[in-house]
């Protein structure tokens, strides 16, 4: 489970995101004054692009295309009450589900030595990860979230031969303090797993989505951007802010990385523009090979940032070359 949340690409560890803007508008006096200014002066050395990596680690899950807003628990409920038991499919063998609910237990109580005895010495991810990059990952991923929750549903399995297929999806959330308010981290990843003796020994990432909230008042983001395209096809990004603006200001990006093992610990350039509306709205045209990507927005306003990544894999066979005349 723990390898979806690293194959979400979590820039947690370096906890940093550059973020660039004009020379025009940092030079503006208003808004360096601004909640937005003081903002930005704090997030510049704590900020993640994406959220990724460690997620994709601990569900083996793949991320969901829906929106997943971060939410705190009622003040009346404590935060150590029993959470109630997702649904298990119907006959559903006890080794596995007693697999999944321990790599829960272990991730839940950051016991990379415990999650690490259910993932096979020969193991594979569809994103390249190994078991040394999973370690890495998650440690600097619970070093900055150390209250992370873990909560993986197993929603489908068949046998095969000896090893046993199963599809899990994990949902994650945490926080983390800033002179800022505190960030606020909810991830969803699904994924496709082949055990084999007990432990994981193939790990499929079929989607995700993670969300990072700073500040006071993050702004509510909602997203469109398929889940799967073809080569060369053209798809549409919106990430739209859900709050009237009234006068504040509204500073986004739209960020697109290639899903590979050396790029989880880079954090992304990112090149903030003034919006004149209220999000981003990006067309794009996937790569003519197949391939996958993480698809990020960055949107920040008064006193607060939102960060919402999302996978988008890019399927099916290369589109015909062009014939010359």
Same mark, same amino acid.
């Given at each position: 489970?723990?390898?979806?949340?690293?194959?979400? *690409?979590?820039?947690? #560890?370096?906890?940093? &995101?550059?973020?660039?803007?004009?020379?025009?508008?940092? $030079?503006?006096?208003?808004?360096?004054?601004?909640?937005?200014?003081?903002?930005?002066?704090?997030?510049? #050395?704590?900020?993640?692009?994406?959220?990724?990596?460690?997620? +994709?680690?601990?569900?083996?899950?793949?991320?969901?295309?829906?929106?997943?807003?971060?939410?705190?628990?009622?003040?009346?409920?404590?935060?150590?009450?029993?959470?109630?038991?997702?649904?298990?499919?119907?006959?559903?063998?006890?080794?596995?589900? $007693?697999?999944?609910?321990?790599? /829960?237990?272990?991730?839940?109580?950051?016991?990379?030595?415990?999650?690490?005895?259910?993932?096979?010495? $020969?193991?594979?991810?569809?994103?390249?990860?190994?078991?040394? +990059?999973?370690?890495?990952?998650?440690?600097?991923?619970?070093?900055?979230?150390?209250?992370?929750?873990?909560?993986?549903?197993?929603?489908?399995?068949?046998?095969?031969?000896?090893?046993?297929?199963?599809?899990?999806?994990?949902?994650?959330?945490?926080?983390?303090?800033?002179?800022?308010?505190?960030?606020?981290?909810?991830?969803?990843?699904?994924?496709?797993?082949?055990?084999?003796?007990?432990?994981?020994?193939?790990?499929?990432?079929?989607?995700?989505? +993670?969300?990072?909230?700073?500040?006071? *008042?993050?702004?509510?983001?909602?997203?469109?951007?398929?889940?799967?395209?073809?080569?060369?096809?053209?798809?549409?990004?919106?990430?739209?802010?859900?709050?009237?603006?009234?006068?504040?200001?509204?500073?986004?990006?739209?960020?697109?990385?290639?899903?590979?093992? /050396?790029?989880?610990? $880079?954090? @992304?350039?990112? /090149?903030?523009?003034?919006?004149?509306?209220?999000? &981003?709205?990006?067309?794009?045209?996937?790569?003519?090979?197949? /391939?996958?990507?993480?698809? +990020? @927005?960055?949107?920040?306003?008064?006193?607060?940032?939102?960060?919402?990544?999302?996978?988008?894999?890019?399927?099916?066979?290369?589109?015909?070359?062009?014939? *010359?005349?």
């Amino acid at each position: 489970m723990l390898f979806s949340v690293i194959g979400h *690409k979590v820039r947690i #560890a370096n906890c940093k &995101l550059r973020i660039v803007m004009t020379a025009n508008l940092l $030079n503006r006096e208003i808004f360096r004054r601004s909640p937005m200014g003081k903002i930005l002066n704090s997030l510049s #050395a704590c900020l993640l692009v994406p959220v990724l990596l460690a997620l +994709s680690v601990i569900v083996s899950s793949n991320r969901t295309v829906a929106q997943a807003p971060v939410q705190t628990p009622p003040a009346s409920t404590p935060t150590n009450a029993p959470q109630p038991q997702p649904p298990v499919p119907l006959n559903a063998p006890a080794e596995l589900t $007693n697999i999944i609910a321990q790599i /829960d237990a272990a991730a839940n109580q950051r016991n990379i030595n415990e999650v690490l005895k259910f993932y096979s010495p $020969n193991f594979t991810h569809s994103d390249g990860l190994t078991r040394q +990059s999973m370690t890495q990952a998650l440690t600097a991923l619970w070093k900055s979230y150390p209250q992370l929750k873990y909560q993986t549903q197993l929603l489908s399995w068949q046998p095969q031969g000896r090893a046993t297929i199963a599809e899990t999806v994990t949902k994650i959330t945490g926080t983390q303090p800033q002179a800022v308010g505190n960030t606020l981290l909810d991830a969803t990843i699904r994924s496709k797993q082949r055990y084999e003796n007990g432990q994981i020994v193939q790990q499929e990432i079929l989607s995700e989505q +993670s969300q990072i909230k700073t500040g006071d *008042k993050p702004p509510t983001v909602e997203v469109k951007l398929p889940q799967q395209v073809k080569p060369g096809q053209q798809y549409n990004f919106d990430a739209v802010v859900r709050e009237p603006l009234g006068d504040d200001y509204l500073l986004g990006a739209a960020i697109e990385e290639p899903i590979r093992p /050396d790029n989880f610990a $880079n954090p @992304a350039r990112v /090149d903030l523009e003034l919006l004149s509306s209220g999000g &981003l709205f990006k067309i794009g045209r996937a790569p003519i090979k197949p /391939d996958r990507y993480w698809v +990020s @927005a960055v949107l920040i306003r008064g006193d607060g940032m939102t960060l919402v990544t999302q996978r988008l894999n890019v399927v099916g066979k290369n589109p015909p070359a062009a014939q *010359k005349p």
